[in-house]
């Protein structure tokens, strides 16, 4: 009668090895870091697009406020 409860207790347990019987790897820790930071750069690499953008817009504008003011006089 122990047999068959060891037998049983067994099947419930959870089986950890792969087919080959070696057991399997747990889950890397670096990988949910190195999603984050690249998600996290690719937010940084908009926000400097972003910036730049503005920047050319700002520069862009003012260039042209100097040419009227240099063809007004």
Same mark, same amino acid.
């Given at each position: 009668? /122990? @047999? @068959?409860? /060891?037998?049983? @207790?067994?099947?419930l347990s +959870? !089986? ?7 057991p399997r790897? +747990? +889950?890397? +820790? ?6 984050e930071m690249? %998600? !996290?750069?690719?937010? /940084?690499?908009? %926000?400097?697009? &972003? ?15 100097? &040419?009227? !003011?240099?063809? /007004?006089?």
């Amino acid at each position: 009668m /122990s @047999a @068959a409860v /060891s037998i049983s @207790a067994a099947k419930l347990s +959870p !089986d950890r090895s792969s087919s080959s019987g070696k057991p399997r790897r +747990p +889950p890397r +820790p670096g990988r949910h870091l190195t999603m984050e930071m690249a %998600e !996290d750069l690719t937010e /940084s690499m908009h %926000e400097e697009a &972003a910036r730049l953008r503005d920047e050319i817009k700002r520069m862009k504008k003012m260039d042209l406020e100097f &040419a009227q !003011d240099m063809m /007004s006089s």
